[in-house]
T-cell receptor, first 108, second 113 residues
Framework: AQRVTQPEKLLSVFKGAPVELKCNYS??????LFWYVQYSRQRLQLLLR??SRESIKGFTADLNKGETSFHLKKPFAQEEDSAMYYC??????????FGSGTRLSIRP | NAGVTQTPKFQVLKTGQSMTLQCAQD?????MSWYRQDPGMGLRLIHY???????DQGEVPNGYNVSRSTTEDFPLRLLSAAPSQTSVYFC????????????FGPGTRLTVL
């Protein structure tokens, strides 16, 4: 079965501390994974995709096929990073499987 | 470009009432989807469409109907509203392909009493 698991509902860290939001997936083929973010009162939007191997707003995510993980990391958290983060798996056209989300709260 | 638009922003229904949530996109995207967002459950796919005239069921389709008569519009119909359908509904569109991102609308907050 195709599934995305985000084990933490809430993650609270101090400003300047490292951040790691966990994501594990279950998929039989070669996965296409994404991180989406929803800031307060804004639309859900793409943060990054694993295929691009990019760093956006200081965030990176590495696909680990052995551990079936796609954790999102940032070395130094900023207050503006507070948001809801969703890990997502591309199943087929227009069919994305989302995790349950992790609310990241950055304390000053 | 307005992107993905949804109306209404808020709606309160009584149990048994029907209504249609509107979704439109002006990006000429072939693919469109409807999700519901519930606390602790993330976004769950209700219905999706890979082009005009083609729709299919997602994870939680019961109680909802969709149609796709044009590329631009993808309305979601609640046939007989139930309190379990209280949620935030998001429409999204995608240009297609595995590397393309989903563009989301602002959402419709629906309460069923």
């Amino acid at each position: 079965a195709q599934r995305v698991t985000q084990p933490e509902k809430l993650l609270s860290v101090f400003k300047g501390a490292p951040v790691e939001l966990k994501c594990n997936y279950s998929y039989s083929g070669s996965p296409e994974l994404f991180w989406y973010v929803q800031y307060s009162r804004q639309r859900l939007q793409l943060l990054l995709r694993h295929i691009s191997r990019e760093s956006i707003k200081g965030f990176t995510a590495d696909l680990n096929k052995g551990e079936t993980s796609f954790h999102l990391k940032k070395p130094f958290a900023q207050e503006e990073d507070s948001a809801m983060y969703y890990c997502a798996l591309y199943s087929s056209a227009s069919k994305i499987i989302f995790g349950s989300g992790t609310r990241l709260s950055i304390r000053p | 470009n307005a992107g993905v638009t949804q109306t209404p922003k808020f709606q309160v229904l009584k149990t048994g009432q029907s209504m249609t949530l509107q979704c439109a996109q002006d990006m000429n995207h072939e693919y469109m989807s409807w999700y519901r967002q519930d606390p602790g459950m993330g976004l769950r796919l209700i219905h999706y469409s890979v082009g005009a005239g083609i729709t299919d069921q997602g994870e939680v389709p019961n109680g909802y109907n969709v149609s796709r008569s044009t590329t631009e519009d993808f309305p979601l119909r609640l046939l007989s509203a139930a309190p379990s359908q209280t949620s935030v509904y998001f429409c999204a569109s995608e240009a297609g392909g595995p590397h393309n991102e989903q563009f989301f609308g602002p959402g419709t907050r629906l309460t069923v009493l």
